[in-house]
């Protein structure tokens, strides 16, 4: 049941204004210390170890070489929470530290295209169902069979495998099928061991080009002039920036390198970045009119020919090296606190390792020169480690401060009066004095109780005077009657008549009837 609405109100309705300051401030109050308690395991730790950690400002290249996805997990290249051990989904990302390649430009460029040879979708293979009768008594290849149910892997892959293992009739012991299979008609033999394959990227073309550079899962082919270079390799040291310096041309042979960038000007030029791995291959070397990927990656990998002898334009990966093996985190704790599913695209940005002939993730990377720190990060700056904590440390420290500053002004200038009501003490005008009527009305009564009081010992006065009695001489200080003589008793003259007239008027004319005494 509801409060009955002529039933009166025991605590007074309080000023809505004072309630919403206490209760804005005492919140301001508890979110900056929440703040400061979780800030300082998402920010202030994270932030002293940044700057005490000794990594390199300047970026060096990396290349993932390796990906594991544990069920253990001891340790993982990105958590989505650092506040807990991460499980679950657990990446463990090892990479390559080198120094950057050669930044290059290649000079009136024609016939350039760009074949795409990305990885392939597993789920687009044609499935056989052979628990499904005759389905897979004319089958051949290499099958990736889980109970009956077998995909072919050689419509897009070229597989170096050996059958080594038993022999199972696929019509008559179709549930044996689990694994790898190389199948001839209705007989599968099992591929017991590991193996690696190579995508089919057909229509690769090779007619009158001098010119082919590996960017990513592309493979960019092109009949340049000549080609020049903006920097020098030293090895695992520093690079340094040159004059361009023309490295390459037409002359020397078909050029092949791998980049990290590629773009095509719109003058008849194309420029590369940390181009590395470059060799040289005789005028009519490369299939005519096109190759597959399996046969680029072939010549590529037999071409022994460096373009620069002394390996200072378009070096070997190996000469670059730094550190050959090292775990990497996305940042110094290995972990993010977003919760925004970050670790599956640093996972998707960063966890290509090469297999089956795909490109392996190239980034840039910060690492220590301490050969026993065992990781490197992709993410270190620390000029915005020192943005983020300098916000992190003004904005709830001066909200903590403002809201206790203003409590404290509340706590003085807020009273609580005699009817439970709170009230702003303001210029100070005490709200304790307040009455039932209203502010100044107790102080008016009291003056007018005094006043009262005056007019009572006015008339205590007079009433001696009218009976003859004598009054103390302290009480008639200041007073004109003490000029006038006294005359003895049964003389009357016109001192005296004149003496009655005036106390006899002032009787009458300066004393109330009734007067109104407040108590």
């Known amino acids: 049941m509801g409060r009955r609405k002529d039933k009166p109100r025991v605590i007074p309705e309080q000023d809505a204004r004072i309630c919403r300051a206490i209760c804005l401030c005492q919140l301001t109050m508890v979110l900056s210390c929440v703040s400061i308690v979780y800030l300082s395991v998402a920010i202030y730790s994270p932030s002293l170890k940044a700057f005490k950690s000794g990594f390199e400002l300047d970026p060096v290249m990396c290349q993932t070489v390796d990906r594991q996805m544990p069920n253990n997990c001891p340790w993982a290249s990105c958590g989505e929470w650092c506040l807990t051990k991460t499980s679950g989904f657990c990446p463990q990302i090892h990479s390559i530290v080198r120094r950057n390649g050669t930044d290059i430009q290649l000079n009136n460029c024609t016939r350039v295209t760009n074949t795409s040879c990305a990885m392939i979708d597993l789920s687009r293979l044609n499935k056989f169902n052979c628990n499904n009768g005759t389905a897979c008594n004319n089958i051949r290849g290499v099958f990736n069979c889980s109970n009956g149910h077998c995909k072919n892997m050689s419509e897009f892959f070229l597989c170096h495998h ?4 038993l022999t199972v009739n696929s019509q008559k012991d179709n549930t044996k099928l689990n694994g790898f299979f190389e199948c001839h008609g209705v007989h599968c033999t099992k591929i017991k061991k590991p193996f690696s394959c190579d995508r089919y990227c057909s229509k ?8 082919l550079i590996m960017h990513e899962d592309n493979l960019i082919a092109a009949d340049c002039e000549n080609a020049v270079a903006f920097n020098q390799a030293r090895g695992s040291e520093h690079g340094v920036r040159i004059e361009p310096f023309e490295f390459w041309k037409e002359d020397d042979g078909n050029l092949l390198t791998n980049c990290a960038t590629v773009t095509r000007e719109s003058d008849n030029r194309i420029t590369a970045t940390d181009c590395i791995n470059g060799t040289l291959l005789e005028h009519d070397t490369l299939p005519a009119p096109f190759m597959n990927f399996t046969q680029f990656w072939a010549i590529y990998e037999n071409s022994t020919r460096s373009v620069d002898p002394e390996q200072r334009y378009l070096p070997n990966q190996a000469n670059l090296t730094i550190y050959s093996w090292k775990k990497l985190f996305i940042n110094l704790e290995g972990c993010v606190n977003t919760l925004r599913g970050e670790c599956k695209d640093f996972v998707a ?6 297999d089956n002939n795909t490109a392996q993730s190239r980034y840039q990377c910060y690492y220590n020169k301490d050969s026993n720190v065992e990781f490197v990060v992709a993410r ?3 000029d915005k480690v020192y943005r983020e904590l300098l916000v992190s440390l003004i904005v709830p420290i001066v909200l903590f401060v403002i809201s206790s500053i203003s409590l404290c002004i509340i706590t003085k200038s807020v009273k609580v009066g005699d009817d439970a009501k709170m009230r702003c003490v303001c210029a100070g005008d005490d709200s304790d004095n307040d009455g039932p009527f209203g502010p100044g009305v107790a102080n008016k009564q009291q003056d ?5 009081d005056d007019d009572v010992v006015d008339l205590e ?3 001696l005077s009218d009976h003859g009695l004598p009054l103390d001489n302290h009480e008639l200080i200041g007073s004109t009657k ?5 005359s003895p008793a049964g003389d009357s003259g016109p001192s005296d008549q004149l003496f009655d007239h005036d106390q006899e008027k002032a ?3 300066d004393v109330p009837e009734k007067p109104l005494v407040i108590l």
């Open 204 to 211: 690769i073309t090779t007619t009158n080009v001098n010119t």
């Open 448 to 452: 007018q109780m005094y006043d009262t």
């Open 507 to 509: 009787t009458t004319c």
């Open 349 to 354: 940005r960063y966890g290509n390792d090469g």
């Open 461 to 463: 006065h007079q009433e």
């Open 162 to 165: 050996k059958a080594d293992g």
């Open 482 to 486: 003490l000029l006038i003589p006294i």
């Open 380 to 382: 270190y700056d620390l």
